[in-house]
């Protein structure tokens, strides 16, 4: 393990494009990545960063991980990952605010996710789904957890987890059909690992306190041009269907139902209705 701000240095069991990650992020100049941990094997980045809040890590303190034995995604699902072929981190962001503002921070830390991807995918088309799941030609290539650590009723900091797969070529028989990479959508340039992770981090730096102080409107023409879901036919886990319309000022995503009602899904599972609409 190491924790620090300063140059490549290589580290047993951490591949070689990570380990000037912490370089790459202290050039940026921001806040998000003052101190990074970068690890050989975790149960998960996201539960390294919550012991870390609990034993007093300072806002921005980063971990990144090479191997996840424990992962865990959005509706309790496992990260599947290879040792050095996924961008698996975690950072502690301190952020005092109301719980309502949790719906807005997992889509700006899911739009810095996306809009890494595209930096490091020029020409090729990556787009959102609500609320966090990041997709190239449908499949998705990488997802955000954000976690709260509250004190009663108010959030003190958030946990925000992203796994990205990088250079991964093959997937699991479950999955290959649902997921892909960034060396896969782009197979002559090979990804670097830390130059994604420096976007990620920089980006959010500028987003978290934009929609913590003044919510959504700011990054809405961002949130609206990649968007994967509007126009589309859409179900929830419950069985309401209609035409996803968008997202409004709380994160919500906008579904007009056949009979003209304009739903307003806060949470849970999306899923295309293939076909039609």
Not at 24 to 39: F, K, N, P, S
Not at 90 to 119: E, Q, W
Not at 134 to 156: D, S
């Amino acid at each position: 393990m190491i924790a620090h701000r300063q140059g490549k240095t290589r580290l047993a069991g951490v591949g070689h494009d990570l380990c000037g990650a912490p370089e790459l992020v202290a050039e940026r100049g921001c806040m998000l990545g003052g101190t990074i941990h970068l690890l050989e094997s975790v149960t998960s980045t996201s539960d390294e960063a919550k012991r870390g809040a609990r034993e007093g890590a300072a806002h921005g303190t980063t971990w990144v991980a090479e191997r996840q034995t424990a992962g865990r995604g959005r509706q309790g699902r496992s990260w599947t990952s290879t040792p050095g072929e996924s961008l698996l981190f975690s950072v502690l962001a301190r952020l005092a605010c109301p719980a309502s503002c949790l719906p807005p921070i997992a889509l700006v830390a899911g739009l810095a996710v996306r809009d890494a991807v595209a930096r490091a995918l020029p020409g090729v088309d990556v787009l959102t789904k609500w609320p966090n799941d990041v997709l190239v030609g449908g499949r998705k290539v990488a997802g955000v957890l954000v976690e709260a650590i509250t004190v009663g009723v108010r959030v003190e900091a958030v946990v925000v987890g992203v796994g990205i797969n990088v250079h991964t070529r093959v997937f699991p028989a479950d999955i290959e059909e649902r997921a892909t990479s960034i060396a896969l959508a782009s197979p002559s340039v090979p990804p670097d690992r830390a130059t994604i992770l420096a976007d990620v981090l920089a980006q959010l730096d500028r987003d978290l306190h934009i929609v913590v102080g003044r919510g959504l409107s700011l990054v809405r023409a961002r949130l609206e041009a990649g968007d994967a879901l509007k126009g589309s036919r859409v179900r929830s886990e419950s069985g309401d269907e209609g035409v996803a319309s968008g997202i409004d000022d709380e994160g919500r995503l906008l579904v007009r139902r056949d009979d003209g009602v304009l739903a307003r899904w806060s949470a849970g599972e999306v899923h295309l209705v293939r076909g039609l609409g």
